[in-house]
């Protein structure tokens, strides 16, 4: 047998003993701190705590063994084996190295070493070490087992800090305690409150535990709103519960309105704020030559945590012009990081999708929250890929602005069309409410779109198009020709330029006087059509709005054979000036400067009669003014301060200190009153006989 072979089989047995000893001395400290962890931060922090130990236990374990080296199993083969000879070394030692009285020895302690047994050598187990261990364990595991958490177990009471006067035989507060459970989805922990303001998330349930002396016969809990919360007794304390959906004042009455009024208590609850979604990417990113797919990033955030799983919207729109196709998908993704602030970074190739050159990729990221129930859904910032055309721009050397006669928001008619038959399509999964405010929406969109046609024509196709045949003002010849309807003729004077007002349109410089009469008879009609279709989508029939989208569609195409107008670069024509009146004084045609001041409604009438109140020696309105919180709580900074101040003022009339409480609260919640128009400087001697000799009054 070689002398590793030898050594091997000697020292493994040791080697196993000395490991599995060092993890039996660290089980029992290990389950002691991971209960402790558990008790004191929850199920998480003690699995991370347990396989940390855990891997630092296998090292310090295999250090340990490790130590029994060549030079240990000498020592101890010597040491437990006097028939060695003290001559173990020569087993490890290579054959061309002794001497042949060495080999002899060698020999002969071989023999002797086969009629013992490699267990002999194995340390013993550090039983009392072990025993030890695992009584101190055992004691600190049963321990945290048994000690109740923050908001577990019977409430440990406080003593209470009314601070009001205690009246003889009427039962006062003496011991208190307000328990706050969150909703579980926010994870956290439940917790004790010795006082009674306090400020927890929307949802949680509130327990009240009070002790009073005298015993009451039945104390409640007021709220300021004129409700209450009746206590029931639980041995010598009274119990009460509540869920916390809204904030509130409070006080308890122990003696039931029998003596000194109790402070008030205040509640704040905390609302769940909806995600925020922040794209890590620029809003407009284009495509670089090579490139294969998009990785858009986003971070979202939440005070209690996001959903791990999203939604990614991917829209894309491919071609040019009307000549374009929409299509519009949802993928799943998954975010990494911690709950509260996750990102959100999909990788997106382009051959998945159909993403091609002269098309643009819009992404959206829709994520939720962990509220239960009903999570909230908050949609992100759109970020837009644009992969640009192969097809060089045009370029010339013309004189003035060129503009393309169908700009990028004329691309939308098709999808109009679009839009109405897949509506169509599920017009027997909808209401019928549903189905029409559906329609609604997309007759909508055709408006917008007939108006910013209608720019092209001078604005003035807005209304209705003419009347069909049968309904139109027509003119008959003798021979029952029809020649449509009667020319109407401005009325002018014969001048030449009349020619332009009875045949044409003086809109010089429009967009409209850039077309040709081809052209604009076209557009014309698609805007026609539009009008058409945009009536039957807001009655609610898509299905015969689409042949006059259809039709729209296809003289917008017509149109788009006049790919270039050109608009002249000029600047803004002012009416002459005429000289013959200046410095004259004559005011005939201009009209009165004066402007009427109109009173301003406003809504703060009780709050300002209040603080006239209080400014003076008068006790305000306690009822009106309080309607008037309530009412206008939404833009108050702070409603629940007011109401306190109210109440405050409503016991005391006559404190100095609450009526100053109260009017400043006022002052701030107040609407800011609008600045007053300063009145004109009077003028010196030298301006008031200008005046007076402008209005020919004297030198």
């Known amino acids: 047998m070689s002398a590793e072979r030898f050594f091997s089989h000697w020292v493994a047995p040791a080697r196993r003993r000395s490991f599995l000893d060092t993890l039996g001395l660290a089980l029992p400290v290990l389950a002691a701190l991971t209960a402790i962890a558990w008790r004191i931060s929850g199920l998480a922090a003690a699995a991370a705590l347990f396989l940390a130990g855990g891997a630092l236990a296998l090292v310090l374990a295999r250090r340990r063994a490790t130590r029994l080296d060549r030079a240990w199993l000498i020592h101890r083969l010597d040491a437990s084996r006097p028939e060695l000879e003290d001559s173990s070394a020569l087993l490890f030692s290579p054959p061309t190295t002794i001497t042949p009285l060495q080999a002899l020895q060698r020999t002969r302690i071989a023999d002797r070493l086969d009629q013992a047994s490699p267990h002999d050598l194995v340390p013993r187990w550090s039983k009392q070490w072990l025993l030890g261990l695992f009584c101190v364990a055992a004691v600190i595991v049963a321990g945290a087992l048994l000690w109740p958490r923050p908001g577990e177990g019977p409430p440990r009471l406080a003593p209470s800090q009314e601070g009001i006067a205690t009246a003889p035989g009427l039962p006062r507060l003496v011991a208190q305690n307000l328990r706050i459970l969150p909703p579980a989805y926010t994870e956290l922990p439940k917790r004790d409150s010795a006082k009674l303001d306090v400020q927890a998330p929307l949802g949680s349930r509130l327990e009240w535990t009070l002790r009073f002396d005298p015993v009451a016969q039945g104390p409640r809990l007021l709220l300021v709103d004129g409700k209450s919360l009746t206590l029931r007794r639980d041995g010598d304390n009274w119990v009460a519960g509540l869920t916390l959906d809204r904030s509130f004042l409070y006080r308890v009455d122990p003696a039931a309105d029998r003596g000194p009024t109790p402070p008030l208590h205040r509640i704040d609850a905390q609302p769940d704020n909806p995600p925020q979604v922040k794209a890590l990417t620029p809003a407009l990113t284009v495509v670089k030559a090579g490139q294969h797919s998009w990785t858009p990033a986003f971070a ?18 491919i071609g040019e012009g009307e000549n374009v196709t929409f299509s519009e998908r949802e993928i799943p993704v998954s975010g990494t990081g911690a709950a509260q602030d996750r990102r959100f970074a999909p990788v997106l190739n382009f051959s998945s999708f159909g993403f091609s050159a002269g098309g643009d990729m819009v992404v959206q990221l829709i994520v939720r929250d962990n509220r239960t129930p009903s999570p909230q859904e908050v949609r992100g910032p759109s970020l837009i890929l644009r992969w640009p055309s ?149 009655q609610g029939r898509p299905d015969l709005a689409l042949p006059y989208a259809n039709r729209a569609l296809r003289f917008i195409k017509e149109v788009q054979q006049a790919t270039r107008i050109f608009l002249s670069r000029v600047g803004p024509e002012l009416p002459p000036i005429d000289p013959t009146r200046r410095m004259t004084g004559d005011r005939e045609g201009i009209g009165n400067r004066t402007l009427q001041l109109v009173g301003i409604k406003r809504s703060d009438g009780p709050a300002a009669a209040a603080w006239r109140a209080l400014e003076g020696d008068a006790v305000p309105d306690p009822t009106a003014l309080g309607n008037w919180v309530r009412a206008n709580a939404g833009r108050l900074p702070d409603p629940l301060a007011l109401t306190a101040a109210i109440d405050a003022v409503r016991q005391q009339p006559r404190c100095a200190a609450c009526r100053a409480r109260l009017q400043g609260l006022l002052w701030t919640a107040m609407e800011r009153p609008i600045g007053q128009p300063m009145p004109r400087q009077r003028p010196d001697a030298m301006g008031a006989r200008y005046l007076q000799a402008l209005q020919g009054g004297g030198s």
């Open 300 to 317: 979202a955030t939440d005070d209690y945590g996001v959903a791990s799983s999203a939604r990614l919207r991917i829209t894309l729109a």
């Open 390 to 538: 192969a097809r060089a721009p045009e370029s010339g050397g013309l004189e003035g602005m060129v503009n393309t006669t169908l700009p990028a928001y004329f691309r939308s008619q098709r999808q109009i069309i679009i839009d109405a038959e897949a509506l169509l399509k599920q017009k027997r999964a909808l209401s019928s409410d549903r189905y029409l405010a559906k329609s609604g929406t997309i007759g909508n969109d055709q408006q917008i779109l007939r108006g910013r046609y209608s720019q092209f024509l001078g604005g003035e196709e807005e209304g209705e198009p003419e009347l069909p045949t049968a309904d139109a003002e027509h003119h008959f010849d003798g021979d029952g020709h029809d020649h449509g309807p009667p020319v109407r003729h401005s009325p002018g004077f014969g001048a030449p330029e009349d020619v332009l007002a009875e045949f044409g349109h003086a809109h010089d410089e429009s967009p409209a006087s850039s077309l040709d009469p081809e052209t604009r008879a076209i557009l014309k009609k698609a805007v026609d059509e539009m009008w058409g279709s945009e009536r039957e989508l807001k």
